[in-house]
């Protein structure tokens, strides 16, 4: 079953200044890449899980994609998105991997775009 569209996705307030604040805080260097991108993830889970009901804080990568291939409101762009951040994350969480500055931007410059395509669970 395909999940449908959203009329409109909007950003909650709250993860809009959470993201704010994680990006300026990683500008000034006060947070360590490895811990921004473990941010990031939380931060984008909590946001699938209060806009979509989707239970994305307890689902595994797998599941995740899985999940995002059913959604109508992510086209194959911001699915190939989500994929390559949540395998970097898992490398970060599960192997070590140390992201440089540009794995992190990326990730926030992705994290952005999924944000904005996430549905409020009225729409969801």
């Not at 959604?71 to 989500?82: E, G, H, V």
Request: glycine fraction near 2%; proline fraction near 5%; charge should be negative.
């Amino acid at each position: 079953q395909r999940i449908q569209p959203p009329t409109m996705a909007v950003q909650s307030a709250d993860a809009a200044a959470l993201l704010a604040q994680l990006a300026e805080s990683m500008r000034l260097g006060q947070c360590p890449n490895d811990q921004a991108i473990i941010k990031l993830d939380a931060l984008l889970r909590d946001e699938f899980e209060g806009r979509t009901a989707v239970p994305a804080c307890r689902l595994t990568t797998q599941e995740l994609n899985d999940m995002a291939q059913r959604c109508d409101w992510l086209d194959a762009d911001a699915q190939s998105r989500l994929s390559r951040f949540l395998a970097l994350s898992d490398s970060v969480k599960f192997s070590a991997y140390r992201p440089d500055d540009e794995d992190v931007a990326r990730a926030l410059h992705t994290v952005r775009i999924l944000m904005d395509r996430i549905p409020s669970s009225q729409s969801a």
